[in-house]
T-cell receptor, first 112, second 109 residues
């Protein structure tokens, strides 16, 4: 079983559209994250959720909104997509205060 | 917020040569983690260092945490083509994992 799964793996969409990326973890972790990886491979934290509460919201546009229906899921909604949103988005999870983070396979978003 | 600076950004080596990437912080870190991301893949945890001066080995990989807990290094002995990828250090405290910018390793056979 995949520990952290993201869907879709690839997403191509036009500017101005609204899209969602889903993430689920079956590890029983209490903390989940969204990271954005740009073309230079920099991994930038976007959101951190612990027990369904947003802990840290980095300076990302408010077009991005995380939604966590339960502890095992953290979805990412993006409104009014822009060209600069093109990147690979990674979901990750771990136990708060724990050691390793487990990453999903990534979602490659291309805005045209 | 706290940041970890990682150098070099890129490294090209001949197969069999050694490779080292460095991670530095201006402040003391409670711990440091290392991840590897293969091309087209996702970051995978390698190790966590916690103690001052700690050294850990995984086969050809040697990880060090500085005495002042402000720097860390990952050294690969006799690189192989399977070592290709981007190596990240990351700081983990009460904040989310904050990653360095990574070192992209290319190995020429």
């Amino acid at each position: 079983d995949t520990a952290v799964s993201q869907t879709p793996k690839y997403l191509v969409t036009q500017m101005g559209n609204d899209k969602s990326i889903k993430c689920e973890q079956n590890l029983g972790h209490d903390t989940m994250y969204w990271y954005k990886q740009d073309s230079k491979k920099f991994l930038k934290i976007m959101f951190s959720y612990n027990n369904k509460e947003l802990i840290i919201n980095e300076t990302v546009p408010n077009r991005f909104s995380p939604k966590s229906p339960d502890k095992a899921h953290l979805n990412l909604h993006i409104n009014s997509l822009e060209l600069g949103d093109s990147a690979v988005y990674f979901c990750a999870s771990r136990i708060q205060g724990g050691t390793e983070a487990f990453f999903g396979q990534g979602t490659r978003l291309t805005v045209v | 917020g706290q940041q970890v600076m990682q150098i070099p950004q890129y490294q090209h080596v001949q197969e069999g040569e050694d490779f080292t990437t460095y991670c530095n912080s201006s402040t003391t870190l409670s711990n440091i983690q290392w991840y590897k991301q293969r091309p087209g893949g996702h970051p995978v945890f390698l190790i966590q260092l916690v103690k001052s001066g700690e050294v850990k080995k995984q086969k050809r990989l040697t990880f060090q945490f500085g005495e002042a807990k402000k720097n860390s290094s990952l050294h690969i002995t006799a690189t192989q083509t399977t070592d290709v990828g981007t190596y990240f250090c990351a700081y983990s405290g009460n904040t989310p994992l904050v990653f360095g910018k990574g070192t992209r390793l290319s190995v020429i056979a």
